[in-house]
């Protein structure tokens, strides 16, 4: 994805003067001082633009209507899972999502009915972050992206990988490339709406909430097993589902 100068000012103006003026560390969280400049930044653009977006999608679009977009991306996401399962020598795991896609993007019709998982093939998710921790770099610092948010200086890197892993970048059309990842957000950010009151009211610190979140999430995923998005559980305490929703990158 591609930034434009005037984003990397704003986003620069946000976080050099907390940088340069110091700010207490956080053990094993090295970056604490530019992590919370950009978690602000991401907050205020998500109080101005993202969510109000968001409440005016789920105030207009029939439930049914989310539900077909939400497994179009969730098939979408088939393709980098599927590849980073080979990567990781996954070929059972490679062979259940590789059924996935066919089928639903089949009979599913592009994906809008999740077939497949009434055909007893469970959705799981992977990404290249997590083969880097297969092949070796299990530990990484947090580090909190612009818009993106929350991830670690090796899930930073995959990401790269994981989106040239999918369909977008083979979009020619800018538009219609740049406005399905605008959607994906969107939608997104719409489908955690419901998660907001139970973080707010657990949460003292929102970005050591996240932070955790994140981390514990993530830990749970390079603990042997891709993540099974339709038995994970929401939970207030960082872990499952709540830890796989903050994460903000498409796939």
Request: one cysteine or more.
């Amino acid at each position: 994805m591609r930034f434009n100068k005037r984003s990397l000012f704003m986003v620069t103006a946000v976080c050099l003067p907390l940088v340069m003026t110091g700010c207490t560390r956080t053990p094993g969280d090295p970056l604490e001082c530019f992590n919370r400049g950009v978690f602000g930044f991401n907050k205020a653009l998500d109080r101005v633009v993202i969510k109000p977006a968001a409440h005016l999608y789920d105030a207009l679009i029939p439930k049914p209507v989310k539900m077909g977009v939400s497994n179009v991306y969730e098939n979408l996401r088939e393709l980098p899972t599927f590849a980073n399962d080979v990567l990781q020598g996954k070929f059972r795991d490679a062979s259940n999502t590789g059924g996935r896609f066919v089928l639903n993007t089949t009979i599913g019709i592009v994906g809008i009915f999740n077939v497949a998982s009434y055909a007893g093939l469970e959705r799981r998710t992977n990404d290249f972050g997590l083969t880097l921790a297969r092949w070796g770099w299990k530990d990484s610092s947090y580090l909190v992206l612009p818009i993106l948010g929350p991830s670690t200086i090796r899930d930073g890197i995959g990401l790269g990988a994981t989106y040239y892993m999918s369909v977008y970048p083979y979009i020619h059309s800018r538009k219609a490339r740049y406005g399905l990842l605008a959607l994906y957000y969107v939608e997104l950010r719409a489908d955690f709406l419901k998660n907001e009151p139970a973080i707010e009211e657990a949460s003292i610190n929102e970005y050591t909430f996240y932070k955790d979140a994140y981390l514990q999430h993530r830990q749970y995923e390079m603990g042997g097993e891709n993540t099974s998005t339709e038995n994970a559980t929401n939970t207030t305490n960082g872990t499952d589902n709540t830890g796989a929703e903050l994460q903000g990158p498409p796939p």
